[in-house]
Nanobody, 122 residues
């Protein structure tokens, strides 16, 4: 079972990036899929999550700028991030949970991708 995150990179403030997470080894259509991020010296935090039914939840800091979407047939989940700010700089991780609702506690997620670095320059 593997989650593979991609799409990170260096972007100027105000720019956009689209992160993708591809799952293999099993289907995650019944799982909550989420994106977390961790900046240097900070705790890992929930950025956005989406239930199997498509209900999305966002951190206040990204509400209105980021959009999470999932494609169960492809076993993928994407994070479209717009109007990026320097404070969005972090390693972004995708994760999956058997929960039926989006959970903010990263310890409750069973599967994790390897992370992709997003750097936003001012």
């Amino acid at each position: 079972v593997q989650l593979q995150a991609s799409g990170g990179g260096l972007v100027q403030a105000g720019g956009s990036l689209r992160l993708s997470c591809a799952a293999s080894g099993r289907t995650f259509s019944g799982h909550v899929m989420s994106w977390f991020r961790q900046a240097p010296g900070k705790q890992r935090e929930l950025v956005a999550g989406i239930t199997s039914g498509g209900s999305a939840q966002y951190a206040d800091s990204v509400e209105g700028r980021f959009t999470i979407s999932r494609h169960n047939a492809k076993n993928t989940v994407d994070l479209q991030s717009n109007s990026l700010k320097p404070e969005d700089t972090a390693v972004y991780y995708c994760a999956a949970s058997r929960s039926t609702r989006v959970l903010r506690n990263p310890a409750l997620y069973e599967y994790w991708g390897q992370g992709t670095l997003v750097t936003v320059s001012s």
